[in-house]
Nanobody, 117 residues
Framework: VQLQAFGGGLVQAGGSLRLSCKAPRTISSVFNPSTMGWFRQAPGKERDLVANITSRGTTNYADSVKGRFSISRDNARKTVYLQMNGLRPEDTAVYYC?????????WGQGTLVTVSS
């Protein structure tokens, strides 16, 4: 069982993308009470937490994306979103979603976001 992220692509600097991640049916029952996070891993770098959202909707962001990215969730759809605006070349990475605390067995393949300058 993996959490699959979708919505990546190639975009010019300043552009926008919206990522989504839907919990598989087998783990959908734990989605609503869980904190969810978006992570990213750039080439040659560690995987870092970009944003997270609690079950009640409280959000937190890495300093590098504050004011540009917005995380949200739809508990009825068991889906978490990441709206990315004002994209920069340094945002280029593979983006993943996961629970917080991280459930290592649920890492998916991620979705690649490439921002051209």
């Amino acid at each position: 069982v993996q959490l699959q992220a979708f919505g990546g692509g190639l975009v010019q600097a300043g552009g926008s993308l919206r990522l989504s991640c839907k919990a598989p049916r087998t783990i959908s029952s734990v989605f609503n009470p869980s904190t969810m996070g978006w992570f990213r891993q750039a080439p040659g770098k560690e995987r870092d937490l970009v944003a997270n959202i609690t079950s009640r909707g409280t959000t937190n962001y890495a300093d590098s994306v504050k004011g540009r990215f917005s995380i949200s969730r739809d508990n009825a759809r068991k889906t978490v979103y990441l709206q990315m605006n004002g994209l920069r070349p340094e945002d280029t990475a593979v983006y993943y979603c996961n629970f917080l605390p991280v459930a290592r067995d649920y890492w998916g393949q991620g979705t690649l976001v490439t921002v051209s300058s």
